[in-house]
């Protein structure tokens, strides 16, 4: 069967992206909330006034009673670009006050919200409400992105309940600068909101994923040609994704670094752009047209020189609005003759070349809306549609890099194809070599078997031997001398039956498990302990598992706690025995504490009587673990430190 993700995959994914958007966009016409938009007041009757010009741009009064306004007012319909008034004197920065009445309409209750779908100028903006101000763009500088960026303020209910009566708008711009002012929406949030929303979503949220996403592919397209670098097909996709996403930036960015720089890259990314359509161009139709490569390069490099912040010759940089729209101009006119030229030379050459210039010629004829919006010939309200270039791009290079992958595909399919009989007969010598591999499988796992029986019985063996072996010749002895009680004749049967029940306990699977091991233990302790009258305090905790816990260290482990409460039942006259588990660094901890009487550690260690203690070390040290002892008149602390990984050095028992 033949894998082919690769189409699967990019139609999963585009699914998944159109559907995306959609939601989005479905949340976005969602916003508006339950009021319909008759509930708002539609602005477009406005006065409008210049006020003066000033050196530089400054901070809006906090009040401002347009009765105070001195300038002559004059009518203006909403949307519109005001016209530029005559020159008053030689400042930098000139102010224009827009006057909009909501008196004698009547208004909703509750908080209001103002909504404009843009407001053109190249310098502040600042609102008031009834002579309050209630919205300042920024804090300091020129407001940049106002093109693209809608008007939208909730107002303050204010403290005397009283209705908006007047909207003023003070504007600040250098004095060659035409504002315009799109019709404003006074009304409740609610009812505003989705209009808010949806300019917001189209004009700059959509285009910024549509240009992030471009880039991203952007990016795989220059690892892929890093790796092969003949392929400089991958290195201009790489180039155009980032072009691309630098001219389309003023759509959607906040602030920028340095506003002139910013301007700069943004105007001149789209010849950059224009010059990486064409190259691409030329490969695929093959033809060089050196007259319009020259041309179209001579005319990116001459205005990106011309037009940098830092030169002198052409200093026009400081009022983008007056150099954008020449700018545009310009790339309009190349795109359309790279697009016409381009299409010519690949209509018997390239079908890709083709798709690419008809591409061009879309991205063109989106691009003149803006020219138009720039230079105030359409209304205000009107949309960027340059900002959808990206997608257009995108979508037209995803497709050819999709054709390339896809034909790629079918040659590896070929290839496949013609290696498909040379591996039947490599697979016929396989199957019979795997045959012949379970059967030597087969042979060792059974062999393996026989050993875990054999070396499981002798494990068994050497423990009846040592443990319950041990306990009978005691017995034995101790009758044949007959200085043994009946009671201690009992207590030695007594332990070497519950060495036999630890002995059984130790093959029963635990699972890697040491509170299964201590629970049953627990379980075969409680009945014992209940005839002495002595109480069990279990604060056992859950505790990480022990890879390593087979039947002979599970034995181990038993017959040392098993051995600890022995001690304590025959020599401490306790009344309580507490048993608890504790988590250490690198393992896990057993205490087990009496109330009874101590002894002295040491001389015990030393003593010829100290040898279950000398066994409880040698036991745990079987196990990689440690024990350790801390005695006095107030009872004893025996401390079991197991590690979490058998193999290495582990550090000293921490003392509970």
């Excluded at 008759?38 to 009757?45: F, K, M």
């Excluded at 498909?420 to 499988?441: C, I, K, P």
């Excluded at 039947?551 to 040392?560: E, G, Q, V």
């Excluded at 196990?623 to 193999?647: C, H, I, N, Y």
Aim: with cysteine.
């Amino acid at each position: 069967m033949r894998y082919r993700p690769a189409p699967f995959l990019a139609n999963v994914v585009f699914v998944l992206s159109v559907a995306v958007l959609v939601a989005v966009g479905a949340w976005y016409l969602a916003g508006g909330g339950a009021q319909p938009a008759s509930a708002s007041l539609h602005l477009t009757q406005a006065d409008w006034q210049v006020a003066g010009d000033a050196p530089d741009f400054t901070a809006p009064p906090l009040t401002q009673d347009s009765k105070a306004l001195a300038g002559p007012w004059q009518h203006a319909v909403l949307p519109s670009a005001l016209p530029a008034a005559p020159d008053q004197t030689a400042g930098k920065v000139r102010t224009t006050w827009v006057r909009l009445s909501a008196q004698g309409q009547p208004m909703p209750s509750g908080p209001l919200a103002l909504y404009g779908a843009r407001l053109k100028v190249e310098g502040t903006v600042a609102v008031y409400a009834d002579g309050r101000l209630v919205h300042r763009a920024q804090q300091q500088g020129q407001l940049w992105n106002s093109l693209f960026t809608p008007l939208w303020l909730v107002l303050d209910k204010r403290a005397d309940d009283a209705a908006v009566s007047e909207i003023l708008v003070r504007l600040e711009h250098p004095p060659a600068v035409r504002v315009g002012l799109s019709s404003l929406w006074l009304g409740p949030p609610e009812a505003l909101r989705g209009r808010y929303y949806l300019r917001q979503w189209l004009q700059r949220e959509l285009p910024a994923t549509l240009s992030a996403a471009f880039l991203v592919v952007g990016i795989f397209a220059l690892l892929v040609w890093m790796r092969r670098r003949q392929e400089t097909d991958y290195l201009l996709f790489f180039n155009l994704a980032t072009v691309s996403f630098a001219g389309h930036l003023h759509y959607y960015v906040g602030l920028p670094i340095l506003n002139d720089w910013f301007a700069w890259l943004t105007s001149n990314a789209l010849f950059w752009l224009l010059t990486v359509f064409h190259l691409f161009l030329r490969r695929l139709h093959g033809r060089p047209l050196t007259w319009l490569t020259r041309a179209v390069v001579g005319v990116t490099v001459l205005t990106s020189v011309l037009t940098l912040p830092v030169v002198a010759v052409l200093p026009v940089f400081p009022s983008t609005s007056v150099l954008v729209p020449v700018m545009y101009a310009i790339v309009v006119l190349m795109a359309a003759t790279v697009c016409l030229v381009g299409g010519i030379s690949a209509w018997r050459r390239s079908g890709e070349g083709r798709l690419l210039a008809l591409g061009l010629g879309v991205c063109t004829l989106l691009g003149v809306p803006d020219w138009l919006l720039h230079n105030n010939v359409i209304s205000p309200e009107g949309w960027f549609l340059g900002a959808y270039t990206n997608a257009v791009t995108f979508a037209m290079f995803g497709f050819l890099m999709y054709r390339r992958y896809v034909n790629a595909i079918g040659k590896v399919e070929q290839l496949n194809a013609s290696l498909e009989q040379v591996n039947a007969g490599l697979a016929q010598r396989l199957q019979t070599r795997e045959a012949e591999l379970e059967l030597s499988y087969q042979r060792l796992r059974e062999a393996e078997m026989r050993q875990t029986i054999s070396d499981e019985r002798q494990r068994l063996m050497q423990d009846m031997h040592d443990g319950l072996g041990s306990y009978l010749i005691s017995a034995i002895r101790s009758v044949e001398r007959g200085d043994a009680s009946d009671l201690q004749v009992s207590q030695i049967l007594k332990d070497c039956l519950d060495d036999l029940k630890l002995t059984i306990d130790s093959m029963e699977p635990v699972e890697a498990d040491l509170l299964l091991l201590l629970a049953t233990l627990r379980f075969r302790l409680e009945p014992r302990l209940e005839g002495t009258g002595v109480a069990l305090l279990w604060e056992v905790r859950e505790m990480p598992t022990l890879a390593w816990l087979d039947p002979s260290s599970a034995l181990n482990i038993l017959r040392i706690v098993q051995e600890t409460i022995a001690n304590i039942l025959r020599h401490t006259r306790a009344s309580e025995i507490r048993v608890g588990t504790a988590l250490s660094a690198e393992g896990v901890q057993v205490t087990i504490e009496d109330n009874g009487q101590g002894f002295d550690v040491e001389k015990a260690l030393g003593a010829a009587a100290g040898r279950g203690l000398h066994n409880q070390q040698r036991r745990a040290q079987a196990v990689d673990g440690k024990v350790s002892w801390k005695s006095g008149p107030a009872g004893t602390q025996f401390m079991l430190w197991l590690p979490l990984e058998r193999g290495g050095g582990q550090p000293l028992p921490v003392a509970g």
